[in-house]
């Protein structure tokens, strides 16, 4: 299958900024595959991110973006969700911005149930703002904040969105380049707030202070620790220590949020 890329590249703004190895060009890729395959219009679609490096992707894309305050991605975009429902609405940004600073945002907004989907890039960091450790940095691991070995215990971003009440949940990585279309589609498509992960690399901020030799390194652990979710019904806990599922971990049909505030509205109007 052929894809539209040229439609959805904002003219003028290549080469993009990240980093060489960085896996945030690989998902900007994924999800102009998944706008082409629902065949969405740049006109009735919204993409919004807060403050990072994966904050920059709307940056890049020809549609109506919004690149707005550090961990309120997901504030401004249920503004725009409500004032113009028919919209696509998307949220892309890092796993500090979203699950940090906008962490009160991310639940909200899954509780909600609101129809838009958020494109969460977990790189285990806070890359642009000095590589300080974020709520995903892994246990034990080093970050600027934490020279020693971090001593935090990790969000898990899919379990936290499904207990926060998303109705679709899914994850990837970006060595899974051609999954993450198909989830982003899914995600797009699916009425509710849908959340989709996708585990990337960052070589300059974690890379370099975890003593990773190369990308590729860093791509191999991405490969090696993904199991997708019906080999994993098949493995026992133990096979399963350490690895990350993937693919749609949970999905549900639950009252929209934006029908529920239009249906409140009627009422009071004809009250």
């Not at 890092?94 to 890039?121: K, P, Q, S």
């Amino acid at each position: 299958m052929s894809y539209d890329y040229e439609k959805w590249i904002r003219p003028g703004k290549l080469p993009h900024i990240w980093c060489p190895g960085c896996g945030h060009g690989i998902v900007m890729k994924g999800l102009i595959r998944a706008l082409d395959i629902c065949g969405l219009e740049k006109n009735n679609t919204a993409i919004v991110s807060g403050i990072g490096c994966a904050s920059r992707l709307p940056g890049y894309i020809d549609a109506c973006t919004l690149h707005t305050a550090h961990g309120r991605a997901a504030a401004f975009a249920t503004g725009v969700k409500m004032a113009k429902p028919e919209m696509t609405v998307i949220c892309c940004g890092g796993d500090g911005d979203g699950t940090a600073i906008g962490g009160n945002h991310f639940i909200h907004a899954c509780r909600r149930n609101i129809d838009m989907t958020y494109v969460l890039l977990n790189n285990h960091i806070y890359g642009m703002t000095g590589g300080q450790f974020s709520p995903c940095t892994p246990t034990g691991a080093k970050a600027s904040t934490t020279p020693y070995g971090n001593p935090d215990p990790i969000f898990d971003i899919s379990k936290l969105a499904i207990g926060a009440g998303a109705t679709f949940v899914a994850r990837t990585t970006a060595f899974h380049a051609t999954q993450i279309d198909k989830l982003i589609a899914e995600g797009i498509k699916h009425k509710g707030m849908a959340v989709i992960e996708v585990v990337d690399d960052c070589p300059t901020t974690y890379g370099r202070r975890n003593k990773f030799r190369s990308v590729v390194d860093m791509m191999k652990v991405l490969k090696d620790t993904a199991v997708p979710v019906a080999a994993a019904a098949k493995m026992t806990a133990e096979q399963l220590e350490g690895k990350l599922l993937t693919g749609v971990l949970y999905k549900e049909d639950k009252p929209e949020y934006c029908e529920q505030y239009a249906k409140i509205i009627a009422k009071v109007k004809g009250a």
